[in-house]
Nanobody, 125 residues
Framework: QLQLVESGGGLVQPGGSLRLSCAAS????????IGWFRQAPGKEREGVAC????????LYADSMKDRLTVSKDNAKNTVYLQMNSLRPEDAAIYYC??????????????????WGQGTQVTVSS
């Protein structure tokens, strides 16, 4: 059974950076597409980035495009989300999600069957 645990969230000043980690256990991520999502209070869960199972192709939401980089370390069975130039409106709980044998990847939460518990990101001076 695949389990995902996010970490790396916290308080950062506007313009700052954070690197979120999504550590997987139970199963290797080799055949899983990975999605990163966020949810702010009173808002729907929003996809911000995803990674093909091959690890070679990423997709990014327009809202954070050019400020995000998704990467995967197969040896550590961990996926990372590097976030730069953070803004107050980026504050949310960030989740990683995985789906086995997904063609490509998608920014739609419904296609992912495995989710982490989330990590809080706060952007404030």
């Amino acid at each position: 059974q695949l389990q995902l645990v996010e970490s790396g969230g916290g308080l950062v000043q506007p313009g700052g950076s954070l690197r979120l980690s999504c550590a997987a256990s139970g199963v290797a991520l080799d055949y899983y597409a990975i999605g990163w999502f966020r949810q702010a209070p009173g808002k729907e869960r929003e996809g911000v980035a995803c990674l093909f199972r091959t690890g070679t192709t990423q997709l990014y939401a327009d809202s954070m495009k050019d400020r995000l980089t998704v990467s995967k370390d197969n040896a550590k069975n961990t996926v990372y989300l590097q976030m730069n130039s953070l803004r107050p409106e980026d504050a949310a709980i960030y989740y990683c999600a995985a789906q086995f044998d997904l063609v490509g990847c998608q920014l739609t939460p419904d296609v992912y069957g495995y989710w982490g518990q989330g990590t809080q990101v706060t952007v404030s001076s």
